[in-house]
């Protein structure tokens, strides 16, 4: 395709052209929508190398699967945008436990004289919160490992989800009530964390 007809073309056709393994498609795709996927990936995982190899794979995902996208269910941008949150998120997730298995893995290497009375309370505290946790609605569970885990502010949040802050701040507070519920019922009242009553 001609330059002039590539940045005529639309989307749609686009993605066409794409799975007919035309290379230019793919790169007049990626100028229209690259910015504003890096920002999202960006926004999400606080991390720059990670939201540049989220927006590489998803980009790379449109050109060996083009067929996924359907042009009668929305935008191309829409799709691809929807593609990185989801992606950015189970980044995010994975870099929470990976975080948390390192950490585990440092207090099981420290020195026997390592107070072991704090060390299984902290492995039954993560057991806890990790239950309650997985007891939320997804709606909860997914705005608390943004704000929590991935360390956004309820603005941050709310962009991200595509949803009224007032909302956002809602299910937190609800989740984060439910969860210190969960771990009053197991015995760990004045446990630390956001949910601890002050």
Request: proline content about 4%.
């Amino acid at each position: 395709m001609h330059p002039d007809e590539l940045r005529a073309a639309s989307d749609a056709n686009l993605v066409v052209a794409i799975g007919r393994f035309r290379s230019e498609a793919l790169e007049e795709v990626y100028r229209r929508h690259a910015g504003p996927a890096f920002g999202l990936a960006q926004r999400i995982c606080n991390d720059r190398t990670l939201a540049e190899e989220i927006v590489q794979e998803v980009f790379l995902r449109l050109w060996n699967e083009p067929e996924r996208f359907d042009p009668a269910r929305g935008a191309l941008r829409s799709f691809l945008l929807a593609q990185v949150h989801g992606r950015s998120v189970d980044v995010v997730r994975a870099e929470s436990a990976r975080r948390v298995r390192e950490e585990r893995d440092a207090r099981r290497a420290v020195p026997v004289d390592h107070d072991l009375e704090r060390e299984v309370w902290e492995l039954t505290l993560h057991e806890h919160v990790r239950d309650a946790l997985g007891a939320l609605t997804g709606d909860e569970r997914e705005a608390i490992e943004l704000a929590y885990f991935g360390g956004h502010s309820y603005r941050e949040v709310a962009d991200i989800l595509g949803q009224p802050e007032g909302t956002v701040k809602s299910r937190i507070r609800t989740g984060l009530g439910r969860m210190r519920d969960a771990l009053k019922d197991a015995g760990l009242v004045g446990a630390e964390g956001p949910w601890h009553e002050r």
